[in-house]
């Protein structure tokens, strides 16, 4: 039997793709090779480190370190109007694990996606250091300051493409393709009292502790009750089921260039859920046993397949 080429696309999702590290998991476990991989936002992050040589259980221990408070202290407030956090200290972390690393340099290939927020063009990285890249990915929009990179202002790349598959196809055409999809038919559910979504953040200085108290004030909860009485969305909620109706909408269309798609069920988890990562990783170790079958028998039917040419 002939070795066929596979790709892996991890999809943007937030918290959520710490399920992307239950699947890595499981293709070790079971001897599944990954040729190349893809990548948008968290995804990125995810397929980034493995592409450098990190296995799945050390992403784990990475994961399983993260405290909510350690989610506080990732997110940097920022008085800047493009977006509530800098990012910077993601930054740092992300530098901390991959240095000065170069695409070419990487154990398996891997591509990420970003989006140009100057031209609206799809940005991808193949190229140059993996770092920035990967921080450009993880942009989304408002929450994060987009980040410039050359000529460019980077945005999340699962704005036009929260499930790679397509690009991974283009640049190395894979034999088979597995794709972990995070994202889910968009069914948010109002709340009576959910007023304003609790962002994970404890301001340090005068300035982020008075634009932070601000929005807690009886005065902006009871705008926003008046502005609308039944749904009372607060603005970050509004926003993120904008992205999620938004990436609904494109995953269905490419969903259908893998052969094999993994739906992790992490629809009940948030963006910044990033301190229940052993929840999320057994999650994603779920949904690829029930699909394991499936990818073995298809690694078998192509590997046989290539012996006719």
């Keep these: 039997m002939k070795k066929i080429k596979i790709g892996l696309v991890l999809g943007s999702g937030g918290a959520k793709g710490l399920s992307h590290i239950g699947v890595l998991k499981i293709l070790e476990r079971e001897n ?45 407030f920022s008085i800047s109007t493009q977006g509530i956090f800098k990012g910077d200290k993601i930054l740092n972390f992300l530098e901390k694990l991959l240095g000065d690393i170069e695409f070419h340099q990487l154990k398996i290939f891997f591509l990420t996606v970003a989006v140009d927020l100057i031209t609206g063009k799809k940005i991808i990285f193949t190229r140059g250091k993996v770092v920035p890249a990967i921080r450009g990915s993880m942009s989304i929009p408002v929450i994060f300051q987009p980040y410039p990179l050359e000529d460019k202002l980077l945005i999340d790349g699962g704005v ?64 926003q009750k008046r502005l609308n009485p039944l749904f009372n969305p607060s603005l970050l909620e509004v926003l993120m089921q904008t992205i999620n109706i938004m990436n609904w909408e494109i995953t269905v269309r490419n969903i259908q260039l893998a052969d094999i798609v993994i739906n992790p069920k992490v629809e009940n988890y948030r963006t910044f859920d990033f301190d229940k990562g052993k929840e999320l990783i057994e999650i994603g170790e779920e949904a690829i046993e029930k699909e394991l079958p499936r990818i073995k028998e298809l690694i078998r039917k192509k590997s046989r397949r290539f012996l006719w040419f």
């Design 32 to 76: 599944i090779n990954i040729d190349c991989i893809s990548g948008s936002s968290i995804g990125a992050i995810i397929g980034g480190l493995y592409a450098k040589g990190y296995s799945s259980k050390e992403l784990e221990e990475i994961a399983l370190s993260i405290s909510k408070k350690d989610v506080y202290e990732f997110l940097d």
């Design 160 to 223: 036009l493409s929260p499930l790679p598959i397509e690009e991974l196809k283009e640049y190395q055409k894979p034999d088979l393709i597995i794709g972990v999809n995070l994202q889910s038919p968009p069914n948010w559910i109002p709340k009576e009292n959910n007023i304003f979504s609790v962002i994970p953040i404890e301001p340090k200085r005068l300035s982020e502790k008075v634009i932070y108290k601000l929005t807690q004030t009886g005065v902006f909860r009871e705008i």
